[in-house]
């Protein structure tokens, strides 16, 4: 009767270690997949879950915010402010991977936040342009003296030949990857609507295709 007893509790305590270990597995890594207006889709390890503001996935992760940049995630009690297509973990620290940014394509077309010269921005992914580019008020809003530092240039577009600034960008940043001196030209008017990662950045950058992901990695 002893060893009967003995046998229930010890089947007991291996159930509720087992049933406990899931909410323990703190390392599984969450990939912000896609953004949107108090929406976000998220990958957790394996599973991927499309969360609204305010609902929690069945890990415990709750999406406080979202807009077209970035997601608010809470965990345990904790937020923090994420990026499209950056790894977090369940603790919320930042992937430790050096030297790689994966984006993943919105609605077609590959969106990443990066920084210019420290200050948090929005690329697009755009292999058909010369330099980083940006229209005039992006950079007036990260504080750049396009008309002082840059060299007059013409570009041809779609509406014709554009008479931009170009100049030298101190620092850009995308996911781990920070490259110094990177060559930008600035149009007056409101074009491009997005700041243009293009071939001044990633010339110096290895790209990669795993299925739709795209991986950077640094040269050197």
């Excluded at 912000?32 to 929406?39: I, Q």
Aim: hydrophobic share 45%; proline share 2%; charged share 25%.
């Amino acid at each position: 009767m002893l060893l009967k007893k003995i046998i229930i509790i010890f089947i007991c305590l291996l159930c509720s270690v087992t049933g406990a270990a899931p909410a323990d597995e703190a390392n599984d890594a969450i990939l912000v997949l896609g953004l949107f207006k108090d929406r976000a889709i998220i990958r957790i390890g394996e599973k991927q879950h499309i969360l609204r503001v305010g609902e929690k996935s069945p890990e415990g992760v709750k999406l406080i915010e979202a807009d077209s940049e970035k997601a608010v995630l809470e965990f345990k009690g904790k937020k923090d402010t994420y990026f499209l297509g950056q790894h977090v973990s369940r603790h919320f620290k930042k992937a430790e991977v050096k030297g790689e940014a994966t984006i993943w394509p919105v609605n077609g077309m590959y969106m990443v936040a990066g920084a210019i010269n420290g200050h948090p921005v929005k690329f697009m992914v755009d292999t058909g342009a010369t330099w980083v580019s940006m229209n005039s008020h992006h950079a007036k809003r990260i504080g750049l003296d396009y008309r002082v530092s840059g060299k007059r240039s013409s570009v041809s577009t779609a509406s014709g030949v554009e008479q931009v600034f170009v100049m030298n960008l101190d620092r850009v940043k995308v996911g781990d990857i920070e490259l110094h001196h990177v060559e930008a030209a600035v149009l007056e008017g409101n074009s491009p609507t997005e700041i243009l990662l293009g071939m001044s950045f990633l010339d110096r950058v290895e790209i990669q295709r795993k299925g739709r992901m795209m991986l950077l990695k640094k040269k050197w």
